[in-house]
C-alpha cells in the first residue's frame, strides 16, 4: 500500500518554470531512489533525474543546468525544479521511487505515480 503522487504541472509559456513534487505515502520502510521520467506522444518514456538517498544526483542531458531535483526525507517526497523550459520538454512526468517496504525490508520495490502532463506552448 504505497503511493506516489504527483502536484505540479500544468501550461507553461516556453521560458517558464514549474515546480513538480510527488509524495510517497504508505507503508514504507525506507525510501533509496526517487526521481522523473517523462514521456511525450509517440516517443519511449525517458529518464530525466534521479537522486539517491546520500543525494547524489544523475540528469538527462537534455535538462542539464535548467532542472534541478531535490528531495525532502521527512517528507518522503521528491522534487523537480523546472527552469527555462522548452516546447520540447512537454510531456507527462511520471514520479518514480524504489524502496523498501517493512513486511520485506531486504528488497527494493519500484513503485510509479500516475503521472502530471506538463505543456510548455505559447
Known amino acids: 500500500q504505497v503511493q506516489l503522487v504527483e502536484s505540479g504541472g500544468g501550461l507553461v509559456q516556453p521560458g517558464g518554470s514549474l515546480r513538480l513534487s510527488c509524495a510517497a505515502s504508505?507503508?514504507?520502510?525506507?525510501?533509496?531512489?526517487m526521481g522523473w521520467y517523462r514521456q511525450a506522444p509517440g516517443k519511449q518514456r525517458d529518464l530525466v533525474a534521479a537522486?539517491?538517498?546520500?543525494?547524489?544526483?544523475n540528469y538527462s542531458d537534455s535538462v542539464k543546468g535548467r532542472f534541478t531535483i531535490s528531495r525532502d526525507n521527512a517528507k518522503n517526497t521528491v522534487y523537480l525544479q523546472m527552469n527555462s523550459l522548452k516546447p520540447e520538454d512537454t510531456a507527462v512526468y511520471f514520479c518514480f521511487a524504489d524502496l523498501r517496504v517493512p513486511w520485506n525490508p531486504y528488497s527494493d520495490y519500484d513503485y510509479w505515480g500516475q503521472g502530471t502532463q506538463v505543456t510548455v506552448s505559447s
Open positions: 504508505g507503508s514504507i520502510f525506507s525510501i533509496h531512489n
Open positions: 537522486i539517491t538517498s546520500g543525494d547524489s544526483t
